[in-house]
């Protein structure tokens, strides 16, 4: 923004919370800058453009980049841009600033164990790995620190939970009747959702994965360990979504030009959010065996209905950057989008993210087609639904977003903003690259976590074009998504560089339509909470019931894996002999 | 609660949506006859060569024109099918019914007959259990989509439809 | 068409060209995937950023100048 303001800055405001948004936002980029290295390295290998390190090696890069980006990345952003959300909207610090550091500091030990584990994979000497992958599926298993730094940072994340909980609850104590502001209110059914879809996770790292790393007990049910991790994997995607819908929501009308459509309609999407984001996780695994049909039914219609959030999401976003349009002097039935910000890299950021998730959304209504995940099961369709959802609709909006925020958390200004117009329009065109290209690769049939989809005994038939256009694809559009990335960091690098000024402060203004205008009821989050649990165990009690009746809690089988198999061994005495290699593996 | 024209058209446009979508997987399910991998069997893979069909997995006729096949996955073959490492093709003749068991001696695995519809996972421990129609005589790969260990990309297949009067019985 | 309120800005026409060109090149995995009509790739992409580039230089050529470049 170009014109000063005679409104305080956050960092102004609230100094100390402004540093530990900083703080939060340099683990999220440090992760991201690593994670996007990771990435052009996978898209350079698995095309067969360039490969310089062993195939072997890509599954440690691989894991790398799903657990930087995924986990470091997004839920570093989250817990800064929710501190940040939560002290304005209530304009209150927390409680005891001492306890933020320290969870903040829980986090960040806990990601360092993880991806310290992942990393050292890189040298063979040491024999610490986690070549498992983001999923970390037993029967592979990783070295014990690898759960154990998971464990830790989800510890983290949860006592971020009870900080901000603290926080509204002290504020709820002076203003006994009034309604949540919208942004704490999102950022308490954030991690009400969190709560509950982590019970999944944590249930099977600390009561099975840690122990079995640690040689405490023997086997693990893999099938068990598996249901119990996609409890988590599906929420976590709205783990990663909400922050970019809290920027859709509160800050993009505002940069548009106008006002929130509708408070209440918000309120409700994250409600939705609540209660249908956990009793979905079954349709990750329509083509596992031992879970009933009936149960992968049941999930399939929840998934659906969780559709709706996203789509009046789609609605209020539309309809408030129209409003801003129109405040802006836009007229027309489709006139008005010219009158928008364009060349504001934090509007276009958000807006073309937005687009793109429109994009993502189908694609996974297709992924949440039961009998049509047939076709798509563990293709790389589904990275290519997926980097259009976490990569761009809650990525790009997280740049963006950060365009906006850094003067605010700062008090400087930002290096090049027609840089970050370049930035942000080169993601969008390397992914709209990238991600067809996998998405149709996927329909011919080609996997996905592989370091090398060329096949010897058979080879893909296109239905048009080349496998060969494809791979080029991928590699050209990897490549603008490393760029971009750099572009990124390096302009708020270079920002961090800018002298101090003043004026940079901006408000974010209320809702057209406010909370006055919803229905009390909303703000009730111990009924979301228990309705959500109910949920929750009627999808989940009797398949988890059912998986440990057939095959017991550890399971038959579920013998450990370490990742490191003695490949060599196992070619020259061919397979016939596979046997024996296992019984000789050491760890 | 005022809710905009507009946004009232909108939600029943989205619900009307999503109820749509449901229908048209139920009817895959129900009308088209597509059934999901189920809750089968159980097996104990660390004894899977005293188990009464794991012990020698390959291809069995059991009717007419239907065909049951056995396959073991593990690190990083198919058995039958990965004929890169020796193991004959999962082989079949044309215009039969095509019952798949397929399990893992070890790790979670995925089994995937490349441009078609057959694709599942191989869990330790569980039986997946498909069947499909195959029509007329062509070759098909299999791949492991699953990431299994170190070798992973390495772990392939093939599945041969064989003209009727070319096959000759359970050869594995 | 009534006539543009706002001076079109650099940045604008970028961002419209690139949301185009997207489409454009969607259009033929369409073409492809929905009608089984194979348009050869690298023809298609050249005469699309050659027209789109085309767009692009007769929009900014035809600017309005003395624009508020300062706006947004």
Redesign the interface.
Known sequence: MSTKTNTKTFADRFPEEASIVRRAFLVAFVALGLGALFGIIQALHRTNVLRFIPSTDYYTVLTAHGVLLVIVFTIFFLVGLYQWAITRSLDRSPENITFTKAWLGLMSLGSLLAGATILLGFINEIGISADVLFTFYAPLQAHPLFYAGLAVFLVGTWLAGVDWFRTWLAWRRENPDERIPLQTFMVLTSMIMWYIATIGVAIAVLFFLLPWSLGFIETVNPLLTRTLFWFFGHPVVYFWLLPAYMLWYTVMPKIAGGRLFSDPLARVVFVLFVLLSTPVGIHHQYVDPGIAEGFKFIAMVNTMFLLLPSLLTAFTVVASIEHGARQRGGSGYLGWLKALPWRDPAFTGMALAGLMFAAGGFSGMVNAGMNINYLVHNTLWVPGHFHLTVGTAVTLTMMAGTYWLWPQITNKRLYSRPIALGQVVMWFGGMALMSNAMHVAGLFGVPRRTAEPQYQSFSFETVFGTVGELRIQIAVGGALLFLSTVLFLSNLMLSWGNPKTSGLGQTLPPALSGPSDSPRVLDNLKLWTVIALVLVVLAYALPLGSIVADSGLLGPGGNAYPVIVDVSQILTEGFAGAFDSFAEVIR | ????K??KL??GI??L??VG??A??TY??VG?G???????E?????ALSEHPKFSDPGVEQVGPNEYDVYVIA????FRPG??????PPITVPANSTVNFH?T?L???H?F?V??T?????A???????ITVEVDEPQ???I????????????M???MKVVPEDEYNGSDQ | MNVPQFARTRGGMLVGLVVVAAIGFEIRTVLGMFFGIDLPATPYLIVLIGILSVIGIILDLTRSTGGDSAGQ
């Open positions: 609660m005022h809710i905009h507009y946004e909108w939600f989205s619900l949506l999503i979508f449901i048209t997987v895959g399910a088209a597509i059934q999901m991998v189920n809750n089968d159980t097996v104990n893979p660390n593990q690190q990083f073959i990965s004929t890169v490492a020796g193991q397929i893992s070890d790790v979670i995925g995937s490349v441009g519809n057959a694709n599942t996972m869990i330790p421990g569980e039986v997946a259990e070759e098909y790969g791949v492991c989509h699953e990431y299994c260990g170190q070798a992973h990309h390495t392939e297949g093939v």
